[in-house]
T-cell receptor, first 114, second 114 residues
Framework: AQSVAQPEDQVNVAEGNPLTVKCTYSVSGNPYLFWYVQYPNRGLQFLLKYITGDNLVKGSYGFEAEFNKSQTSFHLKKPSALVSDSALYFCAVREPTRFNKFYFGSGTKLNVKP | DGGITQSPKYLFRKEGQNVTLSCEQNLNHDAMYWYRQDPGQGLRLIYYSQIVNDFQKGDIAEGYSVSREKKESFPLTVTSAQTTPTAFYLC?????????????FGPGTRLTVL
């Protein structure tokens, strides 16, 4: 079965500390991987994607993500969290040969406390 | 929200009524999508369209219908056959259906059944 897992419903971190939001996937072949952020009652905003190449991908707002093929993971990271980073984060995966299919994780709520 | 507009922002439906959610994009994207978002479940694909006058069912198409008469417009009708329509509905678009294309999302429509 194809799936994306975000094992943590919620992540709490203090402002200024590093943050990690976890994502693992189960998709055949070499998938394309994405991170999106959603603020309350808003649509999703694209943060970054991994297609091929360097395993560390840099994206918007200082976020980065590390692709690990052996662990089938694509964790989102930021060296220093801001209160304004508090939002719902979604990992998504797409199979290269099934273009219609985006598989979204269930989301992780990030709380950054002052 | 990336040049995608959705209206209305809030919609209330009485049982037995059909309602139509609007989605318009000015990004000149070929592909458009409709998702349903329920708490704790991530996003689920309802319908997608690659080109004008063509659309395909997603994972949860029952009780929904769409049309794609213009490249920039992809309205979604929630019919009375949809038994649990209360949800947050998101429209998205992408350049095409290539796996590496990220999606751009509209601000969403919150539908409530009275």
């Amino acid at each position: 079965a194809q799936s994306v897992a975000q094992p943590e419903d919620q992540v709490n971190v203090a402002e200024g500390n590093p943050l990690t939001v976890k994502c693992t996937y189960s998709v055949s072949g070499n998938p394309y991987l994405f991170w999106y952020v959603q603020y309350p009652n808003r649509g999703l905003q694209f943060l970054l994607k991994y297609i091929t190449g360097d395993n560390l991908v840099k994206g918007s707002y200082g976020f980065e993500a590390e692709f690990n093929k052996s662990q089938t993971s694509f964790h989102l990271k930021k060296p220093s969290a801001l209160v304004s980073d508090s939002a719902l984060y979604f990992c998504a995966v797409r199979e290269p040969t099934r273009f219609n299919k985006f598989y979204f994780g269930s989301g992780t709520k990030l709380n950054v406390k002052p | 929200d990336g040049g995608i507009t959705q209206s209305p922002k809030y919609l209330f439906r009485k049982e037995g009524q059909n309602v139509t959610l609007s989605c318009e994009q000015n990004l000149n994207h070929d592909a458009m999508y409709w998702y349903r978002q329920d708490p704790g479940q991530g996003l689920r694909l309802i319908y997608y369209s690659q080109i004008v006058n063509d659309f395909q069912k997603g994972d949860i198409a029952e009780g929904y219908s769409v049309s794609r008469e213009k490249k920039e417009s992809f309205p979604l009708t929630v019919t009375s056959a949809q038994t649990t329509p209360t949800a947050f509905y998101l429209c998205a678009s992408s350049v095409g259906l290539a796996g590496s294309d990220e999606q751009f999302f509209g601000p969403g429509t919150r539908l409530t059944v009275l």
